[in-house]
Nanobody, 123 residues
Framework: EVHLVESGGGLVQAGGSLRLACTTS????????IGWFRQAGGKEREGVSS????????VYADSAKGRFTISSDNAKKIVYLQMNSLKPEDTAAYYC????????????????WGRGTQVTVSS
């Protein structure tokens, strides 16, 4: 059975940091790209960052560049998202997804999703 479980969310002040983790099991991790997305209330789910388990290449949305860092522990099948210099506009539910086709911001190309973890940044 496939599982993706997000953790590490919480309440933080603007300028603070959080590290999210996406713990996975039940699928061929090494063949997938893991993406982090976020969804604020009433808005569409948007891509934040992704990492390929095949070649460790990474992609960042403009909103994440310079502040967020994605990394992967392939042995443990966990993908992390280190978020620094957080802003109130980063407030959202953060989801990780698994995509066998590679880097993409298209949510319909993702085969599996976690249930999300809430990040709230206060001003």
């Amino acid at each position: 059975e496939v599982h993706l479980v997000e953790s590490g969310g919480g309440l933080v002040q603007a300028g603070g940091s959080l590290r999210l983790a996406c713990t996975t099991s039940g699928f061929a991790f090494d063949d997938y790209t893991i993406g982090w997305f976020r969804q604020a209330g009433g808005k569409e789910r948007e891509g934040v960052s992704s990492i390929s388990s095949r070649d460790n290449t990474t992609v960042y949305a403009d909103s994440a560049k310079g502040r967020f860092t994605i990394s992967s522990d392939n042995a443990k099948k966990i993908v992390y998202l280190q978020m620094n210099s957080l802003k109130p506009e980063d407030t959202a539910a953060y989801y990780c997804g698994a995509n066998r086709w590679g880097h993409s911001w298209n949510i319909y190309e993702y085969d599996y999703w976690g249930r999300g973890t809430q990040v709230t940044v206060s001003s």
